[in-house]
């Protein structure tokens, strides 16, 4: 049964929300936000599906609207609220990744921690560092060491079908990203046009032999359809390329997952050493580094508080669940879902999170099996203000209506123009037959407001506009401001907005 309330029980506070919750002494009616949302919340695409939603006052805890604010639902990419709160907590808001290079006997030994922010650029200037150290020539091998974390590479859940994609990459202590978004154990594949007829041109970025490259794709006519499709199969680091591409059209990229990241940030690694004059004579393979061996070489990652603002504006699903093994790592000595979930339980406790009535299965959201309540994202997102960390945490939320993607991150084209549009900082999140939008909005008198929306098994595309007008309804006060109707998701609502891009040619 649908419930919903326009009057004041505690969030994050000891009384039950969404629940029969006796009234506090300061309770007060509401009945005009109540009535606003109650009528947003009428749309027909809603019909029949879990539709949770939780308004609250962030400085006194009053809830102003609840509707369904105890159901269990699965939260997309809302999930990173919880583990990204857990980071700033358990790791610290200086927490820093760390890469060593160190020699022992005839070995050169690459270790790593878990810093998706290693690029090609970075490798190079390890290399640099090592051979301005003297190291010349390495007689035995290239050991890549990655067990810091363990060698499980993808949480328990996730759908097969999403595996090649880059917001689906696989976790490693040892990593590469292709690009400035850090999507870590991905690599660009390029293909342009040659002459009608002859094979298209594929390219790969960082250059690697880790990846191989079945070149099936021929050059079109000019002016002819585009047929192009870049696939790569679980279990291989094969990427198949078919199709067509017009002779006339311009160079395309996508971006591939890698099956072997420890690997293949050890091949970009030891194509940089080569580039700088230190020759390996043996094999590159991975391994442990040993006592004693002497570090010639190191990087350390940016601070956790700036990692904060690609992991949250993007929604970078390999940066969460590095972060959860990190997590079993500070905790309990082991860099493993195993140990980095619970821990993240246990913190979210602690910032005032029932969390029996929460289920983790990854750091993302990416899996179908996790499970939260708009409740419960409420009552954290209004206790994590009294934490040191908060500045930086917020300041990582998407902004409305900002271009810039690190600042509006994926809400950059939403609820432009209007009130809520540099004002609403909330984390999205999105998989087919679910939407979600939690944060903070000031409403006109100036009180700063906690909201959480969570809609499951609605019909059709993704009803972003909903979330929309209630966001703007709240930033007003005025529902009749709050009716938008912003353009339809591309991919009519089944993936965050910054996941999308390079998934077809």
């Known amino acids: 049964m649908i419930k919903s309330v326009g009057l004041g029980v505690l969030l994050g506070g000891s009384m039950v929300v969404g629940g029969a919750a006796a009234l506090p002494a300061n309770a007060a009616p509401n009945s005009g936000l109540a009535a ?14 879990a539709v949770d939603v939780v308004v609250g006052e962030a400085g006194t805890g009053r809830v102003l609207y609840d509707r369904n604010g105890g159901q269990r639902v699965m939260p997309a990419s809302n ?25 022992k006997g005839r070995n050169l030994y690459l270790k790593g921690t878990g810093d998706t922010t290693m690029r090609a650029a970075e490798y190079d200037r390890l290399a640099a560092a090592v051979a301005a150290s003297g190291v010349k020539t390495v007689r035995g091998d290239l050991v890549a060491d990655d067990t810091w974390f363990d060698a499980e590479r993808v949480p328990g859940g996730w759908e097969p079908g999403d595996l090649q994609y880059a917001y689906a990459g696989r976790t490693s202590a040892l990593t590469v990203s292709p690009n400035d978004d850090f999507d870590a154990g991905s690599v660009q594949v390029s293909v342009a046009a040659t002459r009608p007829g002859e094979p298209v041109e594929v390219g790969l970025a960082p250059a690697t032999g880790v990846v191989k490259i079945d070149n099936r794709a021929t050059t079109g006519a000019a002016g002819s359809a585009s047929t192009l499709a870049v696939n790569r199969d679980n279990g291989s680091d094969t990427i198949v390329v078919n199709g067509s591409h017009p002779a006339d059209a311009a160079e395309t990229a996508v971006l591939r997952t890698v099956e072997r990241p420890t690997l293949y940030a050890a091949d970009v690694f030891r194509r940089a050493l080569r580039a700088h004059g230190v020759r ?11 006592p004693g061996a002497k570090t010639v070489a ?33 905790a309990r000595g082991e860099g493993t879902w195993a140990a980095g979930l619970p821990a993240i339980r246990a913190h979210l406790a602690r910032l005032g999170v029932d969390t029996s009535r929460i289920t983790m299965t990854d750091g993302s959201g990416l899996g179908r099996s ?20 908060f500045p930086a945490w917020y300041a990582a939320l998407p902004v409305a209506g900002q271009p810039d993607p690190l600042v509006g991150g994926t809400l950059a084209n939403r609820m432009r123009g209007t009130a809520a549009a540099g004002n609403v900082h909330a984390k999205t999140g999105t998989l087919t037959g679910v939407t979600a939008l939690s944060g903070y909005v000031t409403d006109p008198d100036g009180r700063k407001l906690v909201f959480s929306i969570v809609f499951n098994g609605y019909s059709g595309g993704a009803p972003k506009d909903i979330e929309d007008a209630i966001a703007v309804r709240l930033a007003t006060g005025d529902r009749t401001a709050a009716r938008l109707r912003g353009p339809a998701p591309a991919d009519g609502g089944r993936l965050e907005p910054t996941w999308t891009r390079g998934l077809q040619p």
């Open 370 to 389: 996790n499970r939260t309540t708009a409740a419960q994202l409420g009552a954290l997102l209004r206790n994590a203000r009294r934490q040191p960390w």
């Open 36 to 49: 606003d949302l109650d009528a947003i919340l009428k749309d027909g695409r809603l019909s029949g599906a």
């Open 79 to 103: 999930n990173k609220l919880q583990t990204s709160a857990a980071a700033f907590g358990i790791l610290g808001a200086g927490y820093r990744f760390r890469t060593t290079v160190s020699v």
């Open 280 to 290: 390996v004579a043996g094999a590159t393979e991975r391994g442990r580094t040993p």
């Open 298 to 330: 190191s990087r350390t990652s940016m601070p956790l508080s700036r990692l904060a603002t690609p992991f949250l504006k993007l929604s970078n699903n390999v940066i969460a669940e590095t972060l959860v093994k990190a997590i079993g790592r500070k």
